[in-house]
């Protein structure tokens, strides 16, 4: 971290951000301690990293990560979206989820990829963008059991670190990225939020998004299914790394999430 030399105003007033050598700059305002509105600091972040995001679904994860790499100039890798990509290839040539031989085959020969010039990140299977077909009710409804399907995982997982090699500066999300895919990772978070929070954010999206009145009662009770089964899963269960940094969001809004996730990364990237 560069500290800004008083004596070396700059001319122009700088704007929270990515700056042109990579680094994150932050203007401090008095509200932070800082003595004007024109004290800056680089937060650079020009190192390769790793900065992992897992936890249950409903904590906003996806948001979040996608937030804190734009917020620090990294790269995202959702991949989810690599899972969904697989169940929707799965479903459009009709294999059976006990076809795991197949499965394999046709994943494999999909040349699943990324297009890193679309923002978010475009997933691409086929050549083609499989971006809105992952969104898909028939996708999200049979996802998680392709998910336990181990060769489906150990491809997956292998793919997700060729990707970290060729972006080694990325912040990769989903459930079980800092416990088993990047076990060194220098920063690992790990999302929480109560069952009935979680139900009630997915009741008001489901309102906002389709304008479907929903159980919030039926809703929790799905979710605690869930996680029971995606903790209990025999592979890529989803666990809390021990060296994680445990936020529970329960009670903060999106930007305080980002705030707190930002401290933890400047904490443990000791920049
Ligand atoms: O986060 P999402 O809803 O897009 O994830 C889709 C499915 O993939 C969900 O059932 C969880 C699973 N998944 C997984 O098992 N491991 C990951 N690293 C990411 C997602």
Aim: hydrophobic share 40%.
């Amino acid at each position: 971290m560069a500290q800004h030399d008083s004596s070396a105003r700059p001319t122009q007033r700088l704007s929270p951000g990515v700056d042109v050598s990579g680094g994150v700059v932050e203007v401090l305002g008095p509200s932070r301690g800082a003595k004007s509105l024109d004290e800056v600091r680089v937060f650079r972040l020009d190192q390769p990293i790793v900065i992992t995001i897992d936890g249950p679904a409903g904590t906003g994860k996806s948001t979040v990560a996608h937030r804190l790499a734009r917020r620090l100039g990294l790269d995202i890798l959702d991949t989810g979206s690599m899972y969904r990509t697989a169940a929707a290839i799965a479903i459009d040539s009709k294999i059976e989820l006990d076809q795991h031989k197949r499965l394999l085959e046709v994943v494999r020969a999909s040349h699943m990829t990324f297009n890193w010039k679309a923002q978010p990140p475009e997933i691409i299977a086929f050549g083609k963008s499989y971006a809105r077909r992952i969104r898909e009710p028939d996708v999200t409804a049979v996802v998680s059991q392709y998910a336990g399907v181990r060769e489906l995982r150990d491809l997956l997982v292998g793919m997700q670190r060729e990707i970290a090699k060729d972006h080694p500066r990325i912040v990769s999300e989903g459930r079980d990225q800092g416990s088993i895919v990047f076990p060194n990772a220098q920063v690992k978070i790990y999302l929480d939020a109560s069952a009935d929070v979680r139900a009630r954010r997915r009741s008001e999206q489901l309102k906002r998004e389709q304008n479907v009145d929903t159980d919030v009662n039926k809703l929790r009770a799905e979710i605690e299914a869930r996680d029971a089964n995606d903790k209990s899963r025999p592979f890529g269960a989803l666990v809390c790394p021990k060296d994680a940094a445990v936020v529970d969001t329960s009670d903060l809004d999106l930007d305080q999430v980002i705030d707190r996730l930002y401290e933890i990364v400047r904490e443990k990237a000791r920049v």
